[in-house]
């Protein structure tokens, strides 16, 4: 299964100019009004989940929630959609203490 396409991400705290080691994310699929989820980690040393996604790449959206767990920002999710199940997806999250940025990943 660690061949099969999957959902993986990167945390970079920029704040510290460190990788973000031990964020929790979840990962849930979205269909209409219902959710289901779809996998869960944390973060390595080097801020990264290889796979994030706890089964088969499914076409359709995801949405990613990370626990940031700073005073202002606590937590965040972002939503995407996933087209193309022979590929991958990388969705990273650049993060400090005020403020998180993501982007479609390679």
């Known amino acids: 299964m ?26 849930h699929r979205i269909d209409g009004e219902a959710e ?18 706890d089964g088969p790449l499914i076409a359709g959206e995801y949405r990613i929630e990370i626990v940031v767990g700073a005073v202002f920002l606590r937590r965040a999710s972002i939503t995407f959609n996933v087209d193309d199940t022979s590929r991958s997806y990388h969705v990273p999250f ?10 479609r990943g390679s």
Do not use: C, M
Request: charged share 15%; hydrophobic share 35%; no cysteine.
């Open 94 to 103: 650049l993060i400090s203490a005020f403020s998180l940025t993501t982007y």
């Open 2 to 27: 660690d061949d099969q396409p999957t959902i993986s991400t990167h945390v970079l705290d920029v704040g510290g100019g460190t990788p973000g080691a031990g964020f929790h994310l979840t990962l």
């Open 36 to 53: 289901t989820w779809a996998g869960q980690g944390t973060t390595d040393a080097d801020g990264r989940i290889h796979r994030l996604l």
